[in-house]
């Protein structure tokens, strides 16, 4: 199951009445809690784990093997801000936007004629640092934007230029693929903000959706009477 088919059954978590006494493994409606106190954080395996390939950006740290040549095989190159590599032989080459297969072709056909009759050139992903995080919900600015280095939900909110005058910062929650499970977390980010508990930390993929003002009423009686001492992470079960 994606993320994306999940969110609107994790949306429901913006509106679901939170009680200090659930259990760990409490089901409702398609949710699982689990005990956790934070979401688990993604392998590069989920981060590249996409119906859309992965395209290459700013930072991002590529391995190139040119076959036949010891020297240009296990190369291993970063891109730059402007989203281009320099590679022996050939120079500059944009890279920026391009799947690492059309990162390949395009190396080949520098590399063809000039200096190889027959190219073979593999390009893979060696770590990937430019990435998209999607924020939406009662933010300023709703979209999706880069994570260039830490990113954390605070940082990720404030990316989107703040709350708006109905925005609860007492129901945001973070969805997240790992290990093909689609998570959820709800923060009260007024908790985070009094250091109740640590700002979490945002990766590429995730969706942060930031409640209204209905969820701060859902919240006021419980946050009223006992502040959330941790994240409710939940497990979106519902296949449907």
């Not at 994790?10 to 979401?39: H, N, Y």
């Amino acid at each position: 199951m994606q993320i994306l088919k999940s969110l609107g059954i994790g949306l429901a978590l913006l509106a679901l009445p939170v009680c200090a006494s659930a259990e760990d493994g409490e089901q409702r409606e398609g949710l699982q809690r689990v005990s956790a106190d934070e979401l688990p954080a993604p392998s590069l395996a989920d981060l590249q784990a996409s119906e859309r390939p992965y395209r290459v950006g700013p930072f991002d740290k590529l391995t190139i093997d040119v076959f036949g040549s010891a020297e240009l095989s296990d190369k291993e190159v970063q891109v730059d801000a402007s989203g281009r590599i320099t590679f022996p032989l050939v120079g500059t080459v944009e890279v920026a936007g391009k799947t690492p297969g059309e990162v390949s072709i395009a190396l080949q056909d520098l590399f063809r004629g000039r200096f190889i009759k027959n190219p073979q050139i593999s390009v893979n992903l060696k770590e990937i640092v430019s990435q998209t995080v999607t924020i939406g919900g009662e933010v300023k600015k709703p979209g999706v934007y880069p994570i260039v280095g830490k990113m954390t939900l605070m940082t990720a909110i404030a990316s989107a230029e703040g709350w708006t005058d109905i925005s609860s910062r007492g129901s945001v929650a973070v969805f997240r693929t790992v290990g093909g499970k689609d998570y959820a977390a709800l923060y009260n980010v007024k908790a985070i903000q009094k250091g109740t508990y640590p700002d979490p930390e945002i990766y590429a993929s995730d969706i942060v959706m930031v409640g209204d003002s209905q969820g701060r009423k859902i919240w006021k009686d419980f946050l009223g009477a006992s502040p959330l001492l941790a994240p409710f992470i939940y497990v979106l079960t519902n296949k449907n």
